[in-house]
């Protein structure tokens, strides 16, 4: 039940193109949904992040989709560049009662073709 | 400013040996958590520390791991008699929190590369 789950383990766009990453999981005590973004040699850093009160947040190319009654969430990246190209993970955590741990997905491996 | 510290960047163990990982968090930060990254496992929690509160040890996979924080700041993560599994890389993360206030943004650090021979 502490399992989140993510697709496509890898994914390739062209440049200028869509990336969408999905997520799932399990657990209805989760109240908190980030996106790291991870570059080879680095630790993972925060993209963008949704609370289940809301359905959609954008933040400039990024957008996450949140689909409470399906236990769903994803990433798209609008006008995908080749600087996007990274592992993308999705993450759950009940903030107050799991003091924040992160679960993660498996990761995606994003490609952006020029 | 400073973002969160590790060391060593590298470390190369033979089985059997015990290692300590240090982490330094962003200065502040009262929370601080140890995850480990695998290719078989993906990135997985292994301890949390919030301020005086008891760690939270649900992630640790054995009884070979241990962590410590010492006066609120640094962070050592310590594995005895390493096993070829523990191969990995450790990462540490911080973030901001006051009493049971969560910012939820966890900065992570670069990370120790541990390989086991």
């Known amino acids: 039940q502490q399992q989140v789950k993510q697709s496509p383990q890898s994914l390739i766009v062209q440049k200028g193109g869509i990336s969408i990453i999905n997520c799932a999981y399990e657990?209805?005590?989760?109240?908190?949904f980030p996106w790291y973004q991870q570059f080879p040699g680095k630790g993972p850093a925060l993209l963008i992040a949704?609370?289940?009160?809301?359905s959609e947040k954008k933040e400039g190319r990024f957008t996450i989709s949140f689909n409470k009654s399906a236990k769903q969430f994803s990433l798209h990246i609008m006008d995908s560049q080749p600087g996007d190209s990274a592992t993308y993970f999705c993450?759950?955590?009940?903030?107050?009662?799991?003091?924040?741990?992160?679960?993660f997905g498996q990761g995606t491996e994003l490609s952006v073709k020029p | 400013g400073a973002g969160v510290s590790q060391s060593p960047s590298n470390k190369v163990t033979e089985k059997g040996k015990d290692v300590e990982l240090r982490c330094d968090p962003i200065?502040?930060?009262?929370?601080l958590y140890w995850y480990r990254q695998s290719l078989g496992q993906g990135l997985e929690f292994l301890i949390y520390?919030?301020?005086?509160?008891?760690?939270?040890k649900s992630g640790l996979p054995s009884d070979r791991f241990s962590a410590e924080r010492t006066g609120g700041s640094v962070s050592t993560l310590t594995i005895q008699r390493t096993q070829q599994e523990d191969s990995a890389v450790y990462l540490c993360?911080?973030?901001?929190?006051?009493?049971?206030?969560?910012?939820?943004?966890?900065?992570f650090g670069p990370g120790t590369r541990l390989t086991v021979l």
């Open positions: 993360a911080s973030s901001w929190t006051s009493g049971t206030f969560f910012t939820n943004e966890q900065f």
């Open positions: 657990n209805t005590a989760f109240d908190y």
């Open positions: 949704i609370r289940p009160d809301v």
């Open positions: 993450a759950a955590t009940a903030i107050y009662n799991q003091g924040g741990k992160l679960i």
């Open positions: 200065s502040g930060h009262t929370a």
């Open positions: 520390f919030q301020g005086n509160s008891a760690p939270d």
